[in-house]
């Protein structure tokens, strides 16, 4: 359950708000977790691509076409630079700030989407505004505040409980520190998740007779050009720099960190998630990849090999065999309340990866890059932006006769 504080929210606001089929995703996702852990032997995490998911919430024109078409085209791209052995030479070609300040885009605008679904009654799939949240009730506003509140007293101390731990021998251990440290481990994404399941029921107990066992149909996704264009400007371009970096490259430097002995390849990576892509797309499940947040939250939890992903791949395979797309029946009813509380927390989790900006030069690039991305509604805009502006700053210290090439690479030297 460690890496499920992204997972749930971003699936399950998609298929509310775009029609995303869940049984299908809940499938293809649940192999992904069972073939990824057998390969690696670590808690590898499969997440959905968060760029991608942002833009289909924030744009009602981006629907499952569209998303697909951007998965796809991501996945081919990340699997050609794999085998061609290209991956590393295109991280070093894309600096860290610029991606930083996509993340930090897309962190801002899943927080405000969110927002939004706490302040407002939504009606999800047409997304428009119905009017002003009530304060009580099974969706009402002291539900949300008080599942914020829960989610942030859990992992709001995580680098307190860290430093206790690195100090463990001289700290008594007595019965207040073993409470701190249960209630730091509880899944609280998860916990959330089954309250809202549970509220869905409550507020329409009849749901259970629509719910359907076995599986949903498995459909082929009809694309046209126009999906596959704005899929790509919209999808692709923004998501791109994000998979390279945090999917690929940054997994394969925290596993050796956190697993010594283990250490993958970028290629190997590269191809893993390009199949995911190149594979599940077709038929409808959402774009997925790896992601060292999730490496880093399967092994807070206590992962330590790939068996706890593959058990919660075979959680995900039996829900998607058994209930399929009637799921979603069940879920139409969850509190939006709790799922913008959620959706909340996988944004901030998103915009907090830019906080290892340390120069003024980065922190400008990333910001610059940002505000693009948010007013211009476009983080292909905001790619494109960025490295102009980083482009720029690198021509400006060609004052003491060094090449280019040195200048744009002293950065990324020290980044690797």
Known sequence: MGDLGTYIPIVLA??????????????????????????????????????????????????????????????????????????????????LCVVR????????????TAVKYVKKIQDLP????????????????????????????VNGDDEDLGRDRNRGSTIKKNKTDRIRRIVFSLP???????????????????VVHEIKFGPSSIDVVKFSKHAWKKGFIKGTIPQLPLTLLNSVVAVVKLSSDLFPGREFTATSLS?????????????????????????????????????????????????????????????NQFPVGILGVLLLFAGIELAMCSRDMNTKEDSFVMLMCTAVS????????????????????????????????TIWMQKHDDQL
């Not at 300040?101 to 405000?112: R, T, V």
């Not at 594979?279 to 330590?304: D, E």
């Not at 980083?390 to 003491?400: A, D, M, P």
């Open 271 to 331: 191809v893993t998630v390009g199949l995911m892509n190149l594979v599940g797309c077709w038929f409808g499940a959402m774009p997925m990849c790896h992601g060292a947040g999730g490496l880093a939250g399967q092994y807070k939890f206590g992962g330590r090999s790939g068996g706890c992903v593959a058990l919660l791949g075979a959680a995900k395979l039996v829900l998607g065999l058994v209930l399929g797309t009637s799921l979603a029946h069940v879920l």
């Open 188 to 206: 609280s994404a998860f916990l959330v998740f089954i309250l809202g399941v549970v509220l869905a029921f409550l507020r329409r107990h009849h």
């Open 14 to 95: 998609l298929t509310l708000a775009r029609d995303l089929n869940l049984g299908t995703t809940l499938i293809f996702t649940g192999v992904y977790n069972i073939i990824t852990g057998a390969i690696y032997g670590v808690p590898m995490p499969v997440q959905p691509m968060k760029s991608i998911a942002a833009e289909a919430l924030s744009d009602t024109g981006f629907g499952v076409p569209e998303i697909m078409a951007a998965g796809i085209l991501t996945g081919g791209t990340v699997f050609v630079l794999g085998v061609t052995g290209l991956m590393q030479l295109v991280y070093r070609l894309i600096p």
């Open 374 to 405: 948010l007013v211009g509604s476009s983080a292909a805009l905001g790619f494109l932006v960025g490295m102009i502006v980083y482009v720029i700053l690198r021509l400006r210290n060609w004052t003491k006769d060094k090449p280019l090439s």
């Open 101 to 112: 300040g996509i993340q930090l885009a897309q962190g801002l605008s899943f927080a405000l």
């Open 126 to 153: 047409k997304s428009k505004s119905l009017g002003q949240r009530h304060w009580v009730g099974l969706d009402g506003l002291i539900l949300a505040i008080v599942c914020l509140v829960f989610i942030v007293i």
